[in-house]
């Protein structure tokens, strides 16, 4: 059995990056258990990047509607995973949205569709929050949006300080909520409480 898969040119370079990497931990690349290993790796990683090769016209497909309310709409415990540009490790939580509309709302499965957008991207928790409420202001045109993150990281949990119950959390507010601050008290208090890592 060949350990040399064939696979699509879109994988090759990825993959021989992979193979590299296992091989420099002095791994026996010809094992069993390995021999298809770079390749599902690197499919692996196209899968955790792919928001990269996305658009915000394709991932909303024009699912923008009239609505004449103007109260809170809150989505919330949007699970999301993501790979920290700093080590390429994951950190993964859940996001909480919301947002005060001006004549049109966005539909639901939407706001799933943008976390993963910029989740699959390499990030950072702080950039992805401000990204996510960015692109709903700019989709929406609503009056404010608020986003909140709660995510435990792996480079936190298994390397460095190893502190495998931290949580850290993100916010990130715009219009209203930036200077209304019963807008915010509304949102914050509607927010579930931060969970522990387990």
């Known amino acids: 059995m060949s350990n040399t898969p064939i696979v699509t040119p879109d ?9 590299q990497l296992i091989a420099s931990t002095g791994e026996d690349l010809d094992r069993p258990g390995l021999l298809d ?26 699912a923008v509607f009239p609505s004449a309310n103007r109260e ?3 989505v919330q415990n949007i699970e999301f995973y993501s790979l920290c540009e700093h080590h ?16 049109q709302v966005l ?14 991207r390499l990030q950072i928790q702080e950039n992805l929050s401000e990204q996510i409420a960015q692109t709903i ?3 929406t045109g ?15 949990m298994m390397r460095g300080v190893s502190k495998q119950h931290s949580t850290t959390r ?29």
């Not at 994988?11 to 193979?19: L, P, V």
């Not at 599902?40 to 196209?46: D, E, M, N, S, T």
């Not at 499965?109 to 910029?118: E, G, Q, T």
């Open 88 to 103: 390429m490790l994951p950190f993964h939580g859940v996001a909480h949205i919301g947002y005060l509309p001006d004549g």
């Open 72 to 74: 809170l709409v809150l």
């Open 37 to 62: 290993t770079p390749v599902r790796a690197a499919k692996a990683f196209a899968h955790l990047t792919q928001g990269y090769h996305q658009s915000i016209d394709e991932v909303v497909n024009d």
């Open 170 to 198: 993100s916010t990130a507010m715009l219009g209203e909520y930036q200077h209304n601050n019963q807008a915010r008290n509304e949102f914050l208090g509607a927010v579930p409480k931060r969970q522990p890592a387990f």
């Open 137 to 139: 202001m700019d989709v």
């Open 142 to 156: 609503c009056r404010g949006v608020a986003v909140v993150m709660d995510a435990s990281h792996m480079c936190m």
């Open 107 to 120: 539909g639901l499965s939407k706001f799933a569709r943008i976390v993963d957008m910029f989740a699959r």
């Open 11 to 19: 994988y090759k370079e990825s993959t021989e990056s992979y193979r």
